[in-house]
């Protein structure tokens, strides 16, 4: 057998959703909405089950979908992209993940990666015979160590993976940071793999900017989002990769072994829901929002130190303050079992030795009524 999949545990969101169903707790652990996407996309794809869209699409995506993912990257971010043969439609970035490592990846090259980090990126570079070279953020600040960063690359550095906004942090990138990022890029002679999940999942002002966008980046990133994410449709699995025709070539490649094709009924309501109109995305920030509010002002009240978040589903709180003594580990299992309510250790995201163990992720894509009751179950506990 395989001995680093061997050597990799279950996935910690899958952990504590079945922690948190034993115990019939609240899961504000894993990321996903509590409330279906729109109605109309929902339609959109029951629209084409019915109508016999139910065979192999082409490999790379149907053309309306990479269309739509064409146009979407011109009205958000004025980047021009040929949809024929610059998108690849993948089933979830996850694969999207995969297949953009795969295309750009030798064994023995490396691979930067910053801490916090979403769970697959550590095990495919290494099943891709890489190297990764881990550079950490630490919270409460999560600032970029830019020092660290820059040492980071060298002579075998093949691609940074950057996930913005980030999971868990919360931190949406600043011009200033990627401007940083794509000097190191340029100045290596890498790529970018820009996992954007949760682009259109920006409060307060905060602007998503793809790296894709600055001077001398549109020939080397590949840029990842989710309709997952940006329809609340996790269970979806519908990922596209926009990036320049050299580099696509190669991630169709990829493709065509992971999966070779994602359900074209679905592909068909996600380019239905990407021309939606501007006021679908700003009313999805906004009404998350208030819900990072009501679940911050919530935790703040029963004594947690709760970090700002700027984008993403999550926000992350120090619990020292309520008196627990035990690692993040301990907290999350605890409360599942105590308080019925879950969360997940912010340790989980790092790899490296002397991870913070005293922050857990909340997950406040809920409705208002469970994040409420959510909150009244740890008031009870406390
Ligand atoms: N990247 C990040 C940072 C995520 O949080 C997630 C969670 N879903 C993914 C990638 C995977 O997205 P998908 O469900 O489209 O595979
Ligand atoms: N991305 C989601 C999270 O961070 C979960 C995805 C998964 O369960 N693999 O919670």
Sequence with gaps: QNSLLSATGTTVFTVMSALAVQHGAINLGQGFPEQEGPADVVKAAADALLDNRNQYPPLTGLPELRQAVAEANRRFYGLEIDPASEVVVTSGATEALTAALMAVVDPGDEVVLIEPLYD????????????????????????????????????????????????????????????????????????????????????????????????????????????????????????????????AANVAKAHQNLTFTTPPNLQRAVAFGLAKEDSYFTELADDLARKRDRLAAGLRGLGFGVLPAQGSYFITADFRPLGFTGDDVAFCRHITEAAKVTAIPVSAFYAGPDAPTHYARFAFCKTDAVLDEALSRLAAWK
């Excluded at 942090?169 to 793999?193: N, P, Q, S």
């Excluded at 790296?211 to 449709?233: D, N, Q, V, W, Y």
């Design 120 to 247: 697959t990126y550590l095990p495919v570079v290494r099943l891709l015979g890489a190297t990764a070279k881990l550079v950490r953020l630490s919270p409460p600040k999560w600032e970029l160590p830019r020092a660290e960063l820059a040492a980071a690359f060298g002579p075998k550095t093949k691609a940074i993976l950057l996930n913005t906004p980030m999971n868990p942090a919360g931190k949406v990138f600043t011009a200033a940071e990627l401007a940083f990022i794509a000097d190191l890029v340029e100045r290596h002679d890498c790529y970018a793999i820009c996992d954007e999940v949760y682009e259109h999942l920006t409060f307060d002002g905060w602007r998503h900017i793809p790296l894709m966008t600055l001077p001398g980046m549109r020939e080397r990133c590949l840029r990842i989002g989710s309709a997952g994410k940006t329809f609340s449709l996790t269970g979806w699995k519908v990922g596209y990769i926009t990036c320049d025709r050299s580099l």
